[in-house]
């Protein structure tokens, strides 16, 4: 079956750095998107990654290896604005949209 | 980015009952998605809409409970029928960005659906 973890929740502090990771098991794989979303809130799309490496955007950076089924979202500079859920998202063989359960982060001050 | 105009934001339904939401793009697109959210869950595939064909509907969900409308390139509703305290959740609508297979989706601001 097609499979994607992502920690439930994390804290982190205002000001630090947080990397929340993403592990998939897939059939095929066409891509990986993170999305960010507020509570009560529909989702957003933050970056796509589809070659290994680090994407830099920002405050935000994502980071793919397909080798090891692996994808990391890094924020820094955390804000209180920050607190949110971070989906994980993989792109099939079927270009069908695989989604991960979330991860609440929660960022204190 | 395409603009995505949903309604209605939010309803208390009797159980019982059917309510239609509308989901209202600024440009044409392909595929219209449909997505159910439950509280703290991530985002279940309900069914996806293309213009001039019948919806394609995940496993789990059939066309009777939740029927989709595809009138053309920029509207699309979903009807959740005989509703049940079972389908208190969020409704999203999403389209993707461009009209390559990997673009993003970009979502409506939901429905949240709460059936008494």
């Known amino acids: 079956g097609q499979n994607i973890d992502q920690p439930t929740e994390m804290t982190a502090t205002e000001g630090a750095i947080v990397q929340i990771n993403c592990t998939y098991q897939?059939?095929?794989?066409?891509?990986l998107f993170w999305y960010q979303q507020h509570a009560g809130e529909a989702p957003t799309f933050l970056s796509y990654?589809?070659l290994d490496g680090l994407e830099e955007k920002g405050r935000f950076s994502s980071f793919l290896s397909r080798s090891k089924g692996y994808s990391y979202l890094l924020l820094k500079e955390l804000q209180m604005k920050d607190s949110a859920s971070y989906l994980c998202?993989?792109?099939?063989?079927?270009?069908?949209?695989?989604w991960g359960a979330g991860t609440k982060l929660i960022i204190k001050p | 980015s395409a603009v995505i105009s949903q309604k209605p934001s939010r309803d208390i339904c009797q159980r019982g009952t059917s309510l239609t939401i509308q989901c209202q793009v600024d440009?044409?697109?392909?595929?219209m998605f449909w997505y159910r959210q439950q509280p703290g869950q991530s985002l279940t595939l309900i069914a996806t809409a293309n213009q001039g064909s019948e919806a394609t509907y995940e496993s789990g969900f059939v066309i009777d409970k939740f029927p989709i409308s595809r009138p053309n390139l920029t509207f699309s509703t979903l009807t959740v029928s005989n509703m049940s305290p079972e389908d208190s959740s969020i409704y999203l609508c999403?389209?993707?960005?461009?009209?390559?297979?990997?673009?993003?989706?970009?979502f409506g601001d939901g429905t949240r659906l709460s059936i008494l």
């Open positions: 990654n589809v």
């Open positions: 897939t059939s095929g794989f066409n891509g």
């Open positions: 999403s389209v993707e960005a461009g009209v390559s297979l990997n673009q993003p989706q970009h």
């Open positions: 998202a993989v792109l099939d063989s079927n270009y069908q949209l695989i």
């Open positions: 440009s044409q697109v392909t595929m």
